[in-house]
């Protein structure tokens, strides 16, 4: 009995025909592409496990780990992966994620109800399949009681939302436990390669997300209650070089420049239109300075750019290009478009008192030239956990 073909809204028959076949490939290639990775996750688990192991029994010393590395180089010139850093480095890949605090902590977030990626699954049965095969071996052989065949501590199956790669960078950079899982499912649901990866955590995207007091209207926060995690309320411009004394113009030339920058410092489910969007109000043609579609949201967002700190006036303008772009550029089935007021500062209260007001779903977010150094915060990521699980 054949596989039902799912309806997708706007597109003829044959176009689903056809988007269901490319869904096929894509997801075949997807479950590919995390098993080899799960794979890779698990050597580097196992081996990193051992050389733990030894070091702390204190029969190897550094001078061993050197002369392993120059051993499995000369045994297969070609591959790569495992010089005396990497070798450390997947030391602490294992003893950081095996650790009780690191464990204890994941369990309290219940990850295993919110990593459902057919890979994470099938970590136990993976090991399974590596234990057997190992204990299999002749009774003789030396490898037959190492330590990786025992699997003392189960391999967490978090770790397998991302590659090794990300994984080295989040343990150089994050302190916290907190931060690394953020950052794991970060890097997951934005789908984040290792520059992309590096750049979200120099610029404190944890403690943007995950912030609270996101200056949005309350209208906003009705229309779409997950956007507090879609949509960040702070946006480090340093790719512009922008001086300390710029207008609108510098920002917005800048800004078409560098849009790959800004996709990425404004998140990958933004998809950009156009600049300088014409909309007609009366008589008139107005210009949004930005405008974006965004994919989680499936609505438009207008993005006005302002090189002064916040005004009350700035959220009128919105309001209107917000009702232009709802009556004459949205799609049946898209939802109320959203308006995103991008200033270098902005007073709290003033902006808590003009969108309090607001009918239109409305946001202020600021931009910072350069990064500005403050204490990371060390918040529950339960909440992001269950939008993680929400949202797949």
């Given at each position: 009995m054949g596989k039902t073909i799912p309806t997708i809204p706007n597109l003829t028959k044959l176009e689903q025909q056809f988007e269901y076949v490319n869904s096929l490939i894509e997801r075949h290639r997807s479950s590919a592409i995390a098993k080899v990775n799960m794979e890779a996750l698990l050597?580097?688990?196992?081996?990193?496990?051992?050389?733990?192991?030894?070091?702390?029994?204190?029969q190897w010393g550094a001078k061993v780990v050197s002369e392993l590395a120059d051993y499995l180089k000369r045994m297969n010139p070609r591959r790569k992966g495992y010089s005396k850093r990497n070798l450390y480095n997947m030391v602490g890949f294992y003893e950081?994620?095996?650790s009780e605090s690191f464990l204890g902590f994941i369990d309290t977030l219940h990850l295993d109800k919110i990593v459902q990626l057919p890979i994470a699954q099938s970590v136990a049965h993976s090991q399974n399949e590596i234990v057997q095969s190992v204990t299999a071996q002749n009774e003789d052989a030396l490898i037959v009681q190492s330590p990786t065949a025992q699997f003392a501590l189960p391999f967490p199956a978090v770790l397998a939302v991302t590659s090794f790669t990300n994984h080295i960078e989040i343990l150089n950079r994050c302190k916290s436990n907190e931060e690394r899982v953020f950052y794991m499912l970060y890097s997951y649901r934005e789908r984040l390669k290792l520059r992309e990866l590096r750049r979200c955590i120099v610029n404190q995207t944890y403690s943007t997300i995950l912030d609270k007091e996101k200056m949005l209207s309350p209208q906003l926060l009705r229309d779409y209650p997950s956007s507090e995690y879609l949509l960040k309320d702070k946006a480090l411009v340093d790719f512009l070089g922008l001086p300390a004394k710029h207008n609108e113009h510098h920002l917005h030339k800048g800004l078409l420049e560098h849009m790959k920058e800004f996709i990425l410092e404004l998140g990958k489910d933004f998809l950009f239109v156009d600049s300088e969007y014409g909309v007609q109000v009366g008589g008139s043609t107005k210009r949004i300075d930005l405008l974006f579609y965004h994919r989680a949201l499936q609505c438009l967002v207008a993005i006005e750019l302002k090189a002064v700190g916040f005004q009350p006036e700035f959220v009128?303008?919105?309001?209107?290009y917000l009702e232009a772009l709802d009556r004459d550029v949205k799609r049946d089935n898209e939802n109320p478009s959203i308006g995103i007021i991008l200033?270098?500062?902005a007073d709290r209260s003033m902006v808590e008192y003009t969108l309090s007001r607001s009918l239109s779903p409305t946001m202020v977010a600021e931009y910072q030239r350069k990064l500005i150094p403050q204490e990371v915060m060390r918040k529950s990521l339960e909440e992001y956990c269950s939008f993680i699980k929400d949202n797949q």
């Open positions: 050597t580097n688990w196992e081996v990193g496990q051992y050389i733990s192991q030894q070091l702390k029994s204190a950081t994620y095996s009128g303008k919105m309001d209107m200033c270098p500062s």
